[in-house]
């Protein structure tokens, strides 16, 4: 049988009322089933959404009786939300001054030196706001599941990241012990973070226990794109003070986000980790450093996301930092190297070390490869470039573009990564491409905004992927040598330093500072 489903538009929500008569009367329509979230779902497994899901015989029916339901849905909490009141919330969050009033974040991440005081000190201060958008996974594929539920036994087919959570669901709705559940995973069709979350295998296998017999479960677009768990926005405010030297001695930075972790049974305490790093640059690299993270309230679906949380902290730290050039008035590739400084260990509270040699390198062989001393100040194109260390490994990408009119074309992306031991070079060659187009063409036009607690949002009109003529016809991969250290992972490595150096390169040739994603909608109005 094929289901396909009627989702509530609010997550948080509940049915109303439903007539089902002109459903069941389209022929090929077996049946219509009523989904309801589990209140005693155990702890970290994804709650479905309220839904209705219309089985038939074949996809064509099952599509043709879900258009002829009649349902009202409720909302809940999440009904008057907007993206446009959360960046409100967020405004006011770090608009607060130094004073009785003053709000304190949820909490202090990190607090290295003495920012205030070292600010009585300032030769020049920079202070600047960055905003990025919520994101859906706009997988390929869209969510499905083929579900067989026996009494002894289940065969789940499902493109999952995570199959052993999907067999933990499949467990906690049947019952049946390990060894009577078989789960085969074909190709995934893309996840980016939305698979490891299952709230669709728990409707196959509801609808599939519901009416007997085997289930080929189907989300359309349109309810793939307005039931994802979203990434959430984001607010940095970044502040620095820098000395008669022109050295950055202090940096103040705070982000206002809606935690992707919330509610999924992660302590209040640690709700912070899904939004920043305490240990991103320019932590340990500058003698006074601050990091505080305001949580926003919403009631907004969010969860795990590709390139979280590094993707929103690197576009606002490395486009600060090239902010801090042109203050100073110099090339922004001296400004990095001397916020680096020498080649040296930096102790990470995390664990392990920061290797700045190694950062200094990838940063190096991007501007040599795009011959940025030559052409960064002299050419009629703009040129960029941004860096990144992430698990132990390190990143940097040098961006070139062109600006005709209102028509902007990446000429070059050049980027340089050091993974440690390279296992499989094509492999990373892939991996490195791959994750630089999806950080450039998210970063061009994609957004997902809320009115009234619903994404806006439901189709590639709504959400238009970047397409072949808006992206560089090549990435130009540069693989740093390293058979004397362990490899470290590189799934979305390649992601973080795209973004800005992409911004970065965009000032260079319009003048134009980019500091709200996505980048296209707002080069525009600026322009």
């Not at 730290?317 to 922004?332: G, Q, W």
């Not at 102790?347 to 070390?353: A, D, K, N, S």
Request: proline letters at 7%.
């Amino acid at each position: 049988m094929v289901a396909v489903l009627a989702h509530c538009p609010w997550r948080d929500g509940q049915l109303k009322s439903i007539d089902t008569t002109a459903t069941l009367a389209v022929k090929g329509v077996q049946k219509v089933v009523q989904l309801k979230p589990d209140p005693k779902r155990p702890p970290g497994q994804t709650p479905i959404a309220p839904a209705v899901a219309v089985v038939a015989d074949s996809t064509w029916a099952a599509l043709q009786g879900r258009r002829q339901l009649k349902i009202e849905w409720q909302p809940g909490p999440s009904g008057s939300e907007s993206s446009a009141a959360l960046e409100q919330q967020a405004a006011a969050l770090l608009d607060s001054k130094a004073s009785a009033d003053k709000t304190p974040p949820t909490t202090r991440v990190r607090d290295d030196g003495d920012v205030d005081k070292a600010g009585k000190h300032a030769a020049r201060r920079l202070e600047a706001t960055y905003h990025q958008p919520w994101l859906a996974h706009a997988t390929a594929e869209t969510m499905c599941c083929m579900a067989r539920i026996d009494k002894d036994h289940a065969h789940l087919i499902v493109p999952t990241q995570a199959p052993q959570r999907a067999w933990a669901v499949v467990q906690s709705l049947t019952g049946l012990t390990p060894d009577q559940i078989e789960i085969n995973v074909p190709r995934v069709g893309g996840g980016y973070g939305r698979r490891l979350d299952h709230d669709y295998v728990a409707e196959a296998v509801i609808v599939a226990k519901s009416v007997n017999k085997p289930v080929r479960l189907l989300w359309t677009r349109d309810e793939d794109m307005s039931h994802d768990w979203y990434r959430p926005a984001s607010t940095h405010r970044i502040s620095a003070v820098i000395d008669h030297h022109r050295h950055v001695i202090a940096w103040d930075q705070k982000l206002a986000s809606a935690s992707a972790l919330a509610g999924r049974g992660v302590p209040d305490d640690r709700l912070w980790t899904s939004e920043l790093e305490a240990d991103q640059i320019p932590a340990g690299l500058v003698p006074n450093y601050r990091s505080d993270w305001y949580n926003l309230a919403s009631a907004l679906p969010r969860g795990p996301h590709r390139g979280m949380p590094q993707l929103t902290n690197a576009f606002a730290v490395e486009s600060f930092t090239d902010e801090l050039a042109h203050l100073l008035r110099e090339n922004p590739l001296d400004t990095k190297l001397r916020l680096l400084g020498e080649a040296r260990q930096v102790p990470l509270q995390g664990g392990g070390t920061l290797d700045i040699g190694r950062l200094r390198n990838v940063l190096s062989l991007v501007a040599d490869r795009i011959d940025w001393k030559q052409n960064w100040l002299r050419s009629v194109n703009g040129l960029g470039i941004a860096c990144w260390h992430i698990g132990g490994a390190y990143v940097a990408h040098a961006v070139e573009v062109s600006l005709k009119g209102n028509t902007l074309g990446i000429e070059r992306a050049v980027c340089a990564v050091d993974v440690g031991r390279v296992i499989n070079p094509k492999g990373l060659e892939g991996q490195v491409a791959g994750a630089t187009l999806d950080a450039l063409g998210t970063a061009l036009n994609l957004a997902i905004t809320f009115k009234n607690g619903q994404p806006q949002q439901h189709d590639w009109k709504d959400y238009p992927l970047a397409s072949m003529a808006q992206l560089p016809d090549d990435v130009e991969v540069i693989t740093v040598p390293g058979n004397d250290r362990p490899p470290t992972g590189a799934s979305f490595l390649a992601m973080p330093s795209a973004a800005p150096a992409l911004a970065n390169a965009v000032f260079r040739v319009s003048a134009v500072r980019v500091r709200r994603l996505p980048l296209m909608k707002e080069l525009l109005r600026l322009l």
